[in-house]
């Protein structure tokens, strides 16, 4: 009845990553409430579902109790990229229910609702301003009678519905809460400077919805919401781990000699090391590599933009470019600033799967670690995407910046991803033979030797290479 | 000048009365139906020269009350301005005959050429 022949059960809300935490959509037949303060995005949300199942070929009735007229509402949805005016009135069909229940309560509401959705075979039922609705009960109980007969209502037709209600009067128990199939709770928060979205499956019948509050944003695209990368990867299991025997060489001898022929494949290898050390230089060298040997790679930025450097890298990493120009090497660039980890992660997986690389080197791993919105989440993400990059067999080179320039001791700059790290190799500066020179060494290998002494790294216009074996640096 | 009256037919309240204040501030006698069923029992309990006319609204809704309208002799020539949040491109087609078009948001100047258009300058005019 008005619904896409497709769905048989669920009504997909269509919405980016939605429906991934609704199990595949809203219950045929649910009433569900989607709640948040003024600006949180509940007229948007429920717009860009109603205009989804619309132009998917399902009747919509949208019926309002707010003072904002529907031209003005439409005009601000109009730049975004669901609206299609092709669809009103003819599937999408906005009313205003503000002067039946200002004249006859919500008996007068209800017999509007039933009409209108009744005549307009409505498959879904937006209810926009719930709280006008709840004003107009002279009692909580007529409130719920109407909450239930609105229910006898949709189940007759076969409908869904979503309410729209403003979150400050939703606080604390509500009986109408225990009464529906959902609630979807939107906010926006100030953390530090920046602005964030989020949305919270509260309740779900029918369904275990992925738990916990996940990122939104709204664009001219409409509302994405980001699921937690925690909750959308399967975690590796150790059952299924088996010792890889295959390396990834960097293509400098005598390094790729200390770590017995490279790091494994399907590892994660931390770049230790400050500023200038280079970090950069030696990921480049091992993309480079496997461009020379047909192999796939991405190079997933932080800092600097990926052309300027190609640029810096073109004489020392010799093959980068013209991997680059080959379509083996991708490059992908992330601001570190404002972004939502949730999303870069989703586009880094998006062109994972999309290339399907074998080497992944992310410059600049802090970048990553500043876009997590809680600094408890740090770990937790690090591993997800960890596990899932694993999985994929994907191996992965890492760099992080140690603040100490200079000197003995060097720290992790962020906590969470030593656990995650199989093999380590540690950058520095040090003083010798009075110079400053870059100091090599690997710290770790997962089921593996290696040479662990110190070596100088010479980045030179021939390319990338290991002087002989430090003995004694300087203090 | 004999006084023009003015429907205008519209579920949004206050939309209904803004619109139908502006035209009372140029002269116009103005009558508010919020759905087409007292839309019709308005053009009968008054002479009107002019349907201002939303689309979407509690059934009878703009087009079936424009085809009730039509078919009844002492409607059928009272011209009809049809206000709609939809495209109008769309939806002419599948209207009965009508006069004119506004699409919502309009403006003021759009509202007062669009009925002048219709019934005459307005009498403050």
Redesign the interface.
Known sequence: MGRPATIPERLATRVPGLDRLLEGGLLVGGVYIVQGVPGAGKTVLANQIAFEFAKAGGQVVYVTLLAESHARMLQHLRRMRFYDSSVIPKNLYYLSGFRPLEEDGLSGLLDVVRQSATSHKAGLLVLDGLVSAEDAAPSLKDYKKFLHELQVVLALMGGTALLLSNAERANGFRPDHTMVDGIIELSNEIQNVHSRRYLHVRKLRGAAQVSGRHSFDISDAGIAVHPRIETRVKPASDDEYVPSVERLGFGIADLDKMMEGGVPNASATMLLGPTGSGKTMLGLQWLAEGARLDETGIYFGFFERPPAILAKSKRVCVGLVEGVERGLVHQLWQRPVEGIVDVVCDRLLNEVERHEPKRLFMDGLDGLATAVDIDDRVREVMTALANELERRGVTILYSAESADLVGPTMRVPFRGVSAITHNMIVLRHARMRGRICRVLSVLKMRDSGHDSTLRELLITDRGILLGDVVTALEA | METKLVLVVD?????AQVVADALADEGYAVAIA?DGRIGLLRLAEHKTDLVLLD?????PDGPEMLAKMRATPAFADIPVVVMT???YD??AASLPPHQGVLS??FTHRELLDTVARLVGAHPNA
């Open positions: 579920d949004e309240v206050d939309l919020h689309i979407m609204m509690p059934s949040t939809a495209e769309g939806i919502k948001p």
